[in-house]
């Protein structure tokens, strides 16, 4: 089944301590995001890849760093999390054509104490 | 980067149709006009998409302004089941790196009545 999977779905830290979160996605997709959710601001984009080694800011991009060494694969990483970074955060993939619609994952609920 | 407008909430009856607007004045020649949905509790998911003429495909119609600068998705008979959010994005088709920052905005969410 053609799938963006993301782990893990819930997620509680604390203030400081570094934390992964991974995105996977198996349609061969060269276009890869992450948007955190929250509460009366809709989607907002922190970081996006054109393809392998190609990654570039979003909108809210702060706070947060990302690789994408595999095609398939686009983790989120928090080097030092905060309180203001707890949210909902969504994986999404689509081909390069982007006359194609994006796959979204079923969302990671953080939670930073 | 160029925006969207959507109303924060509208209601609809069980099988009536409904018409979700989305401002979006400074779009350019570029930009695809998309449309998601998101039910509670879920990743938002493709509704439809078009550049200039209307769409229609078995979730829903598109259709969009002379102009562009609007448009407006249209469900033919709302179920319960399309109560969600439903978010109007506007997506750069030029390949070159900055063109790729997918404005959401807060969206439009719709209460559908039995």
């Known amino acids: 089944e053609a799938q963006v999977t993301q782990n893990p779905r819930y997620l509680i830290t604390v203030t400081g301590k570094k934390l992964t979160v991974t995105c996977s996605q198996n349609?061969?997709?060269?276009?890869m995001s992450w948007y955190r959710q929250d509460p009366g601001l809709g989607l907002r984009q922190i970081y996006y890849?054109?393809?392998?080694?190609?990654?570039d800011k979003g909108d809210v991009p702060e706070g947060y760093k990302v690789s994408r060494k595999e095609k398939r694969n686009f983790p989120l990483i928090l080097e030092s999390p905060s309180p203001n970074q707890t949210s909902l955060y969504f994986c999404?993939?689509?081909?390069?054509?982007?006359?194609?619609?994006?796959?979204f994952g079923n969302g990671t609920r953080l939670t930073v104490t | 980067d160029a925006k969207t407008t959507q109303p924060n909430s509208m209601e609809s009856n069980e099988e009536e149709p409904v018409h979700l607007p989305c401002n979006h004045s400074t779009i350019s020649g570029t930009d695809y006009i998309h449309w998601y949905r998101q039910l509670p509790s879920q990743g938002p998911e493709y509704v439809i998409h078009?550049?200039?003429s209307n769409v229609n495909n078995r979730m829903a119609s598109l259709a969009i302004a002379e102009d562009r600068k609007s448009s407006t998705l249209i469900l033919h008979r709302a179920t319960l089941r399309d109560a969600a959010v439903y978010y109007c994005i506007l997506r750069d088709v030029r390949v070159s790196g900055g063109y790729n920052k997918l404005i959401f905005g807060a969206g439009t969410r719709l209460a559908v009545h039995p």
């Open positions: 999404a993939s689509s081909p390069r054509d982007y006359n194609s619609p994006l796959h």
């Open positions: 349609m061969n997709h060269e276009y």
């Open positions: 078009g550049l200039t």
């Open positions: 890849s054109m393809n392998v080694e190609v990654t």
